[in-house]
């Protein structure tokens, strides 16, 4: 069997402050050992249950973040800037015919009270973003993407907000392990590593040995807009090929699947976030 794990940092054990998730703040190794080892407890998991081959995709920030010295040795790491990746914390889910899918450390959408760093993708960008008119979060997002893709999600990790909003959208039968329940965005009622991996494990290796009653989120239809913070992002974003404009701060994104629309998404996303060059303001 073939796993696809896709792993980022707000919802990680232990983890409640932006010091821990930047690599230009103070505590940001102690965060990468955290998001390191809970994507490991996942792996164990999975490979107890039978998985040949994980591909592990790194999806928080700058897309650098686990360590690769330190990973389980049954997984294969995706990981390098996320400027190269046309799909975000998705990348390489068509590279083969992936078995299930399972979403380490995710975090709520933009909005959301009492979460740990609530935002969708691009925080400083998207205000809110929508499929088929209802917001989705990440978990949402790519879920459905991966769903269109032939992928069920059978399990994610993060807080206890984050958990709520995967099985609002993915069903109560998915396997969730919340590490944290949040008071804040950013301050989160923590349970310690030796509490959360082996539920983490254990959760994983469940999931995939019931990989039988797993349920895709396939939308009939993926109509997939955007509302940015700004006009300027707004403007940015909306000389990507494929993304129609809205108003002053909404776009459509256009394409014939989930997939690509999920290419052009991402493509839009970073320009929206690109300031010109000072010569140019």
Same mark, same amino acid.
Do not use: C
């Given at each position: 069997m073939n796993v696809f794990v896709s792993v980022d940092m707000e919802g990680i054990t232990g983890i409640v402050h932006r010091d821990m998730l930047g690599?230009? &703040?103070?505590?940001?190794?102690?965060?990468?050992?955290?998001?390191?080892?809970?994507?490991?407890?996942a792996i164990e998991g999975l490979v107890q249950a039978g998985a040949d081959y994980v591909l592990v995709?790194?999806?928080? =920030?700058?897309?650098?973040?686990?360590? $690769?010295?330190?990973?389980?040795?049954?997984?294969?790491?995706?990981?390098?800037? =996320?400027?190269?990746k046309d799909h975000c914390q998705i990348e390489a889910a068509d590279s083969r015919k992936f078995d299930a899918a399972v979403l380490v450390g995710y975090h709520a959408m933009a909005k959301?009270?009492?979460?740990?760093?609530p935002h969708t993708i691009a925080g400083a960008a998207v205000?809110?973003?929508r499929i088929n008119g209802k917001p989705h979060g990440e978990t949402g997002l790519n879920a459905a993407v991966l769903g269109s893709l032939g992928i069920p999600v059978i399990m994610v990790t993060g807080d206890t907000t984050t958990m709520a909003e995967a099985k609002a959208f993915l069903g109560e039968q998915i396997e969730t392990v919340a590490v944290k329940e949040a008071v804040g965005t950013s301050a989160a009622i923590c349970r310690p590593p030796s509490a959360t991996l082996p539920e983490i494990t254990a959760a994983a290796k469940r999931a995939l040995e019931n990989l039988d009653?797993?349920? $895709?989120? &396939?939308l009939p239809e993926f109509q997939l807009q955007v509302d940015f913070f700004t006009v300027p992002q707004c403007d940015r974003a909306s000389r990507i090929a494929g993304i129609e404009r809205l108003g002053p701060t909404g776009i459509e994104v256009g394409g014939d699947s989930p997939?690509?629309?999920y290419q052009t998404l991402w493509a839009a996303l970073r320009a929206a976030l690109t300031e010109p060059a000072s010569w140019l303001a």
């Open positions: 690599s230009d &703040q103070r505590e940001y190794d102690r965060g990468r050992r955290l998001m390191t080892a809970d994507a490991n407890a995709v790194d999806g928080h =920030g700058p897309m650098r973040n686990l360590l $690769f010295e330190d990973m389980h040795p049954k997984s294969h790491l995706l990981t390098g800037s =996320g400027n190269a959301t009270p009492r979460a740990i760093a205000a809110e973003l009653t797993a349920k $895709f989120y &396939q997939w690509n629309k």
